[in-house]
């Protein structure tokens, strides 16, 4: 398992952070942690066409593509996680 690199400074108290950066900190934890399931593509304009599905984190997403045995796939022009499966796109 992935170490916590993003944790908050012990020093700082976790309520010294404002909300934006705590749901950074979270966010930079769970991508950390599901690097190895995660490539970086663009997107073709025929898998934006399914329809869409929404995951709750990222970690859904990750359990979708193992569902589905596909890939997590990262758009970089939009900052975006995809799973592009038979009929829907899951973001």
């Known amino acids: ?9 012990r020093r700082f108290g976790y309520a010294d952070i404002t909300a934006a950066e ?3 900190l979270a966010y930079l934890d769970e991508r950390l942690e599901f690097e190895e399931w995660i490539s ?8 934006r066409e399914k329809p ?13 593509a193992i569902d ?4 997590v796939l990262a758009d970089p022009d939009e ?3 995809y799973v592009v499966g038979d009929e829907y796109l899951y973001a």
């Open 1 to 9: 398992m992935a170490s916590r690199a993003f944790s908050p400074p």
């Open 68 to 71: 589905t045995q596909n890939a």
């Open 22 to 24: 705590r749901r950074r």
């Open 40 to 47: 970086t593509v663009r997107l073709p304009s025929s898998a």
């Open 52 to 64: 869409r599905a929404e995951a709750s984190s990222l970690g859904d997403l990750v359990d979708i």
């Open 79 to 81: 900052e975006a996680y």
